[in-house]
C-alpha cells in the first residue's frame, strides 16, 4: 500500500494545479462576458483609430488561455513527469523486492 500514497499525492497536485487554473481561466472568461454584457460603454472606448477596448480585452482573453496553456504543459513536463517517473520507479522497485 505504501506505494500508491505518493500516486494519490501526484494525483492530487495535479488535480489542485488544474482546477487552479480552471478556476482562472473561468474567471477570466465570465469577467469578460460580464463586461460585454453589462459594460458595452466601457468596451466602445477607442484606444487608438480601430482598436477599442473590447477588441483588446476580447484578444487578450483569448491569449490568456495560451498562457495558462503554456503553464500547465510547463508545470507538467518539470514537475509532474518527474514525480510520476519517480514513483514508478519505487514502485518497480518495491515491487521487485516482493517477489519470492
Partial sequence: MS?????HAIAARRW????????????IYLGFILLVAFG??????LLSPGLSLGILLGALTIVS???LSIVYVV?????YDEAVARAVAAASTAGSGRKS
Fill in 65 to 67: 488561455c495560451w498562457i
Fill in 16 to 27: 489542485a494545479i488544474a482546477l487552479t487554473l480552471s478556476a482562472l481561466m473561468l474567471a
Fill in 40 to 45: 458595452r460603454p466601457l468596451l466602445s472606448t
Fill in 75 to 79: 508545470w507538467a513536463n518539470r514537475g
Fill in 3 to 7: 506505494t500508491t500514497d505518493p500516486i
